[in-house]
């Protein structure tokens, strides 16, 4: 596919020099274009970052007729039309947003030969829900306009991925209406479950699905247990910023909006320069925060993941998630705005269980949700594993295990590591967890911890249960462990105000009882405390 022996090779080679300013394509960018050029069906796999956009509009300059562009985010598309505008390539929207004079300008552009248009931008639900403008795209096939239709953020059509939108359901329907329109997906999500329902979805199963790797060679990453006060947990992160960091720019992420002020004014109170960003703030404002970060008067932006789109500063050298991302393929996403500039970037995840419980109980209505959780779970909890391997894994990348080149915190300090039995500390948690139901109370992960480690209510402990000998963030570890693989699971209680997540036994607890199965779990270090 990525042959220059094509028929529209020169063509194709002049639009990417005269009109897009470009001198050579970046990893499959031109196989993904020849492909559509011959009508293929494509779907393209690519990370943040990597250059999808130009893979539709490229065919589409190439191309007669117009391009449906179908994306879910009006900024990203108001900030393709600003680009595509310098560039003197006439594309338009439309949105909810849009007024007459433009849908009757474009509609006109739609069905008119002589029209100029190349590229049309429209949001998923307006092309679920406006008959009309459906209407006139398939008078504009009729007509033979309608060239390519280019879906952005395709992972959205799938229920399995972090970002399921009802809306992309109806996209299943074009290509019964248009069989002969290549369709082109584009997506950074890359499991081949969610892949292959997309296909599905879509109705192009089978299809040329093209993927970029998703190793980023020059990010170092390293998980970090969180001090469980809060004062350490600050001094850290100065320390970081102040020395580790000193004089370079970063991003750091927070759960809540309510965490990433309280952030910002402690680490300020610490003299540190930054500023905060989430979608609470008026616009004006972020776009303040944005400029002081990019001109460097602010060191780091404590932010939500609202902060994101768009940000294009090459010199990125941290990105630390003082919480869990939702998702690896947030986590992925969030920290890979490091390092765009190919030299070192550290991406350092400050990892604590508690956390695990709050986000838990933003997502608990959906069993996806909480599976994407767990997965992120396992990355911080794998004490077995290079980190990069872990990723690799997940974008269903194959690895090997020198490829990391000690850039990440496990193969940089290989520590000895053995195997814990953990079905014991499993039955003791049962065991907890019945004798506080027999007193007609729940427990949530700290209180079920402190029963185990002999602390809070007397109530609650067992005496046939043995406090653990090591650590309580071991004792963490090994919850967290049980909770990933099943054997523990949670119970959401709902308040008026907030949402409590209990602990009880998970769907593996008959197999946690027999005494033949033995549930393991990685530790480091030579001692193994049984
Ligand atoms: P994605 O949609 O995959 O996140 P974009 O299409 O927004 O990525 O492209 C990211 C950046 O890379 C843009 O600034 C774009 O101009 C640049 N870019 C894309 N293709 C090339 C190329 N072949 N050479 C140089 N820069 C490119
Ligand atoms: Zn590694």
Not at 87 to 96: D, E, G, I, K, T
Request: charged fraction near 25%; aromatic fraction near 8%; include cysteine.
């Amino acid at each position: 596919w990525s042959s220059t022996d094509f028929p529209w090779s020169g063509k194709v080679t002049e639009v990417l020099n005269s009109v897009f300013k470009l001198d050579g394509f970046r990893p499959l960018q031109h196989e993904t274009i020849n492909a559509v050029l011959s009508n293929e069906d494509v779907i393209l796999i690519m990370p943040t970052g990597g250059g999808k956009s130009l893979c539709y509009q490229l065919p589409a300059l190439v191309k007669s007729g117009v391009t449906l562009v179908i994306s879910p985010l009006v900024s990203l598309m108001e900030d393709q039309l600003l680009a595509l505008k310098a560039l003197n390539v006439p594309a338009a929207m439309f949105s909810a947003a849009s007024n007459k004079e433009e849908v009757n300008s474009i509609q006109d552009a739609m069905l008119n030969k002589n029209a100029k248009l190349k590229l049309l931008y429209v949001t998923p639900e307006k092309l679920a829900k406006s008959k009309r403008f459906m209407t006139k795209v398939q008078k504009m096939y009729g007509l033979g306009r309608l060239s390519l239709i280019a879906i952005d953020e395709v992972h959205c059509c799938s229920q399995w991925g972090h970002d399921f939108r009802p809306d992309y359901k109806f996209l299943g329907v074009l290509k019964g209406m248009f069989p002969d329109v290549p369709v082109l997906g584009l997506t950074a999500t890359a499991t081949s479950k969610i892949t292959i329902d997309v296909q599905k979805m879509l109705r192009i199963q089978g299809c040329l699905v093209l993927k970029a790797s998703f190793n980023r060679p020059n990010l170092y990453y390293e998980v970090r247990t969180k001090a469980s006060s809060q004062e350490e947990c600050l001094k850290e992160l100065e320390e970081l910023l102040k020395t580790r960091y000193c004089d370079q720019s970063g991003i750091i992420y927070t759960t809540s909006i309510k965490d990433c002020e309280q952030l910002m004014h402690e680490l300020r109170k610490r003299k540190l320069r930054v500023g905060c960003y989430h979608a609470n703030l008026e616009a004006k404002f972020r776009s303040e925060v944005h400029a002081k970060w990019l001109s460097g008067e602010h060191q780091a932006v404590v932010a939500t993941i609202a902060f994101g789109l768009g940000i294009d500063k090459p010199d990125v050298r941290f990105v630390v998630h003082h919480s869990l991302s939702k998702s690896m393929e947030n986590f992925y996403q969030e920290s890979g705005r490091a390092g765009r500039d190919g030299l070192r970037a550290e991406c350092i995840l400050m990892y604590r269980l508690s956390d695990v419980f709050k986000l838990s109980s933003m997502v608990f209505t959906q069993q996806t949700g909480r599976q994407n959780l767990y997965n992120i779970v396992e990355y911080c909890l794998d004490a077995y594993r290079c980190r990069r391997a872990i990723i690799a894994s997940h974008f269903d990348e194959v690895w090997k295990s020198q490829d990391c080149n000690a850039m990440c915190d496990h193969c940089c300090n290989l520590k000895e590591r053995k195997e814990m039995i953990i079905t014991p500390f499993c039955q003791a948690f049962y065991q907890l967890i019945s004798n506080a139901a027999a007193n007609d109370i729940k427990l949530t992960a700290q209180k079920l911890l402190d029963a185990w480690y002999g602390k809070g209510a007397v109530n609650l402990r067992v005496r046939s249960v043995p406090v653990p000998s090591f650590s309580r963030e071991r004792g963490e570890a090994v919850l967290g462990h049980l909770l990933i693989k099943g054997y523990l699971q949670e119970d959401f209680h709902f308040t008026p105000y907030s949402t409590i997540s209990y602990l009880k036994r998970g769907p593996k607890a008959a197999a946690a009882m027999s005494d033949k199965h033995n549930i393991t779990m990685h530790i480091s270090g030579k001692s193994v405390p049984t």
